[in-house]
């Protein structure tokens, strides 16, 4: 008899990223995209005056708010370019539950909560790397993976959205 998949008992706070950078509302959509180039990050955290956590600004925000608006990044506060309300899940919680968050939501990034603070976030890298760390204890090429990584699925599934006709362009 075969034991339950360890994925299905290991918790997302044993995977997650604990980089979590905060930074205010204010700050403009071109000092996140440095800060997310300098910290090798993919997501930045947004607050308010108070301190209290309003949205997340993804590198797919900045392309779509930005860069397909062809929009100067300077010109744009974060609050104009964020994802809200910000999505999150216990700490407590395992990596199925978190995975079935993220395709039910379409997102990304998964903000890790414990009690009212975020102490992380779960990407779909570090589900990757944990598929990673599968792939070599049964022994298969780890290049899989990474083919597996760069392949656009459709959004329905979570994934990238297949190209776009030049129609859909304008």
């Known amino acids: 008899m075969h034991s339950a998949d360890k994925s299905d008992s290991t918790y997302i706070h044993e995977i997650m990223s604990k980089n979590v950078i905060k930074v205010n509302s204010e700050i403009s959509a071109f000092e996140i995209s440095k800060i997310m180039v300098k910290r ?16 997340i600004v993804t590198e797919k925000d900045l392309i779509k708010e930005v860069c397909a608006k062809n929009l100067l990044g300077t010109t744009l506060q974060a609050a ?25 939501k379409k997102i990304k990034h998964l903000a890790i909560h414990d009690n009212n603070d975020i102490i992380g976030i779960l990407t779909t890298y570090d589900l990757i790397n944990l ?3 599968k792939v070599k204890s049964i022994e298969l090429d780890s ?11 459709p959004l329905e599934e979570g994934g990238f959205s297949l190209p776009l006709s030049e129609d859909e362009l304008k």
Not at 41 to 53: E, F, L, R
């Open 40 to 55: 090798r990050i993919s997501s930045v955290v947004i607050i308010d005056q108070k301190d209290k956590i309003i949205g």
């Open 80 to 104: 104009k370019v964020m994802s809200s309300p910000l999505i999150t899940i216990s700490k407590n919680s395992t990596i199925n539950d978190a995975t079935k968050l993220m395709v039910e």
């Open 131 to 133: 598929l990673r760390n």
């Open 143 to 153: 290049n899989l993976l990474d083919a597996i990584s760069m392949a656009d699925i």
